[in-house]
């Protein structure tokens, strides 16, 4: 089918400044709860891109906290995105809300947290997940999945008693952000689209055109 036949008739809601929450956080507090309230797939599915040089490179990463300081995920600090971080903390994230005809897009500073937070969170994941943070080089050339299954298998092994350690190479990452927008589709695509700027510890708000 020609993608260009392809047409979404949004309407579903308005977003008007009377709407808005003085503060993004509050605001974003109040359409996450609704995103899962919705049952949408993985609410806390965010897009985060980083750049290296002039290369930008996006994935999905799942959001596991937030709050004034800014929006947490986790991942090994070895990957491709945690080196781009590292070279260039300035980072985009997305909330693609597409169900409710909404999104969020964030763009801040990314930076490591304390290890204590890391290894806070770490404990509270499924055993399984922890495993498998051990065994995937993230972003490393593999020769197949076999690998993969027969490392979870002397994972496994290894840590057959006890707790599983916090691997020394995976970490949580916090971004501060800068501005936030808040997008909600609107009938023939006059969408309202409002953007939070940081202004110190203060925000400044502000309408865009769709």
Known sequence: MDPAELRRHYGAAALRRRDLADDPIAQFRLWFEQAIAAELLEPNAMVLSTVAADQPSSRTVLLKAYDQRGFVFFTNSSSRKARQIAANGRVGLLFPWYGLERQVE???VASPIALL?????????????????????????????????????????RFEAGEVPLPPFWSGYRVRPQTIEFW????????DRFRYQREGETWHVERLAP
């Open 106 to 108: 964030i763009q801040g």
């Open 117 to 157: 937070e890391t290894l806070t969170y770490f404990r509270s994941r499924p055993r399984g997940s922890q495993l498998g943070a051990w065994v995937s080089q993230q972003s490393s050339v593999i020769s197949g999945r076999q690998l993969l299954e027969q490392q979870l298998a002397a994972m496994r092994q």
């Open 184 to 191: 909600q589709g609107g009938a023939d695509r006059l969408h």
